[in-house]
DNA sequence: CTCCTTTGCCAACACTTGTTGGCCTACACT
DNA sequence: AGTGTAGGCCAACAAGTGTTGGCAAAGGAG
């Protein structure tokens, strides 16, 4: 049951083939078979190295978000800031792929959705300070950028992603500036 | 192959329980057996009449957005027109249940989505005019309201759930006004 | 070198999936 | 009333799923 060095190159294989497939099928349809064969494995493996699929899953979607420290920025800097953040993680490799595999199974998958809710709620909101209606500006803030991300990175909506990034964080930027600023109603 | 008056009634229990499953379970998790229980017959007859589990599903997300000529209404309140229309589309028993189905299956299933692309370009896009960046304020509309929508009806994220209608309409109509209106960069 | 743990594969299990063909039953039209 | 057509169910299929047990080989510890 120890762990050698020698398996750690299989465990890696695993995982990062799990977080392809995860990200391109989604839960239900990614197979431990194509897994496997991806990394190059019997499918036996994965259940002996991560239990089962579920526990796959969720050695698959470990992520931590790296949101900046909002107090070191400028007050009418902070929606860019956070919203060029955010999509730049989606942009990347590895954290963009995660963050796939999270959206697509939340939307099916319960277990998923009370991650993203979790991570919400320890990063997100945590990250735009705690004033009385803090969890709401939050919520409003991940409204639009989950939204973006939906549109442009599972969706494919043509016109989202025709735009470059600095355009997309141009145009986004105010509304999030206004959530986590402006007074509510 | 024609249609009988008596077969229209297990017809619609077939799409009726189908919609539920969909929207409950998405694309692939619902099971043809599990909707033919649903609507108290065999299996079997879901394939009769459909054809097959896809035709079954292009049936049920059959959505017509319903949105309002835009040029009948005061400018300035075209974002908040356009923003209350689509939430209470989606509280709504049928046409909330369809746009859950929608939904939830676009983010996993690329016919799913193609539809949504095409839904946004028939109905979203046309409705805000055709101006030279006209797809792309319609886009980011479309982000904004999808966002909130997967906040609130398939994350069933805490804090944007617990707001009412009103007030969330008060939120995001700026938003979706700037979007419209106001020039981009 | 010897032994024992770990790695890995093969084959198979038990189950669920969408889908099909065959067989009764009941309705409707002449 | 007789007959053909449509409605409906049963049983079964082929394919694919996650998962398990057993057995060959390889590696390190004594």
Same mark, same amino acid.
């Given at each position: 049951?120890? /762990? &050698?060095?020698?398996?750690?190159?299989?465990?890696?294989?695993?995982? &990062?083939?799990?977080?392809?497939?995860?990200?391109?099928?989604?839960?239900? *349809?990614?197979?431990?078979?194509?897994?496997?064969?991806?990394?190059?494995?019997?499918?036996?493996?994965?259940?002996?190295?991560?239990?089962?699929?579920?526990?796959? /899953?969720?050695?698959?979607? =470990?992520?931590?978000?790296? %949101?900046? =420290?909002?107090? &070191?920025?400028?007050?009418?800097?902070?929606?860019?800031?956070?919203? *060029?953040?955010?999509?730049?993680?989606?942009?990347?490799?590895?954290?963009?792929?995660? %963050?796939? #595999?999270?959206?697509?199974?939340?939307?099916?998958?319960?277990?998923?959705?009370?991650?993203?809710?979790?991570?919400?709620?320890?990063?997100?909101?945590?990250? %735009?300070?705690?004033?009385? =209606?803090?969890? &709401?500006?939050?919520?409003? #803030?991940?409204?639009?950028?989950?939204?973006?991300? +939906?549109?442009?990175?599972?969706?494919? +909506?043509?016109?989202?992603?025709?735009?470059?990034? =600095?355009?997309?964080?141009?145009?986004?930027?105010?509304?999030?500036?206004?959530?986590?600023?402006?007074?509510?109603?």
């Amino acid at each position: 049951m120890a /762990f &050698t060095a020698r398996s750690q190159e299989t465990r890696g294989a695993i995982l &990062t083939a799990a977080r392809r497939r995860f990200a391109a099928d989604g839960y239900e *349809r990614a197979t431990v078979r194509a897994i496997a064969a991806d990394a190059g494995i019997d499918p036996s493996m994965v259940i002996r190295y991560y239990g089962s699929k579920e526990g796959l /899953f969720a050695a698959a979607v =470990d992520v931590d978000l790296r %949101l900046p =420290d909002l107090r &070191t920025i400028p007050h009418d800097q902070v929606g860019e800031t956070f919203v *060029r953040h955010f999509l730049e993680l989606w942009e990347g490799e590895g954290p963009g792929e995660v %963050l796939t #595999v999270l959206l697509r199974s939340a939307v099916t998958n319960d277990g998923a959705a009370e991650r993203v809710r979790t991570i919400f709620t320890t990063q997100v909101a945590t990250a %735009l300070g705690s004033g009385e =209606d803090g969890p &709401t500006r939050a919520a409003l #803030v991940a409204s639009q950028l989950l939204g973006a991300a +939906l549109c442009r990175y599972i969706l494919r +909506l043509p016109p989202i992603v025709a735009l470059d990034i =600095d355009t997309l964080v141009a145009d986004l930027a105010p509304t999030v500036q206004r959530y986590i600023g402006a007074p509510l109603v």
